[in-house]
T-cell receptor
Framework: AQKVTQAQTEISVVEKEDVTLDCVYE???????LFWYKQPPSGELVFLIR??????QNEISGRYSWNFQKSTSSFNFTITASQVVDSAVYFC??????????FGEGTQLTVNP | AAGVIQSPRHLIKEKRETATLKCYPI?????VYWYQQGPGQDPQFLIS???????DKGSIPDRFSAQQFSDYHSELNMSSLELGDSALYFC????????????FGSGTRLTVV
């Protein structure tokens, strides 16, 4: 069975602070894909990143960076110099041999001015 | 670029009524997925179709049914609606079972009163 755990239910930071959202996953598959999605108050799911299990290279995209560590089954997401517009619910998700996505419970990030 | 189109955006129904949600995938995407997201919860997989055949089934109630048509659009039919069916329903589409990622629609917000 697949499982994604986002232990941080809510995080509140002040603008310009760095913040890391944790994601731990469980799967017995050797081939799998990990995703992060952002869900702003308007409700849509915005794709942020996809990473396959064979690519442990960390990635940086502007203020966003992702740290994938197979040894600890973690795929953490860091926002550098957070902004108010980053306030949203962030979901980590896992795709294994089936094509469905299994989502974590989400982390509500609030960035205060 | 064309996105996944869901209609309607909002729907209000009374208990025991029937609702039909529609999803138009990105052109050339051959797989469609339906997810249900209750208030404050993560999206839960309902069902998926690949090349017009059901490819996977999740926690979809027996009162719900879905299909994918020859033009690849999909419809989720919900009967005998209950208050607990109130949720945001997402459709996503992908090419070849999601190996290259998923694109989500903006969702249909169903309210059962």
């Amino acid at each position: 069975a697949q499982k994604v755990t986002q232990a941080q239910t809510e995080i509140s930071v002040v603008e310009k602070e760095d913040v890391t959202l944790d994601c731990v996953y469980e799967t017995r598959d050797t081939t799998y894909y990990l995703f992060w999605y952002k869900q702003p108050p308007s409700g849509e799911l915005v794709f942020l990143i996809r990473r396959n299990s064979f690519d442990e290279q960390n990635e940086i995209s502007g203020r966003y960076s992702w740290n994938f560590q197979k040894s600890t089954s973690s795929f953490n997401f860091t926002i550098t110099a957070s902004q108010v517009v980053d306030s949203a619910v962030y979901f980590c998700a896992l795709r294994t041999s089936g094509s469905r996505l299994t989502f974590g419970e989400g982390t509500q990030l609030t960035v205060n001015p | 670029a064309a996105g996944v189109i869901q209609s309607p955006r909002h729907l209000i129904k009374e208990k025991r009524e029937t609702a039909t949600l529609k999803c138009y995938p990105i052109p050339r995407h051959d797989t469609v997925y339906w997810y249900q997201q209750g208030p404050g919860q993560d999206p839960q997989f309902l069902i998926s179709f690949y090349e017009k055949m059901q490819s996977d089934k999740g926690s979809i109630p027996d009162r719900f049914s879905a299909q994918q048509f020859s033009d690849y659009h999909s419809e989720l039919n919900m009967s005998s609606l209950e208050l607990g069916d109130s949720a945001l329903y997402f459709c996503a589409s992908s090419f070849t079972l999601g190996y290259y990622g998923y694109t989500f629609g903006s969702g249909t917000r169903l309210t059962v009163v």
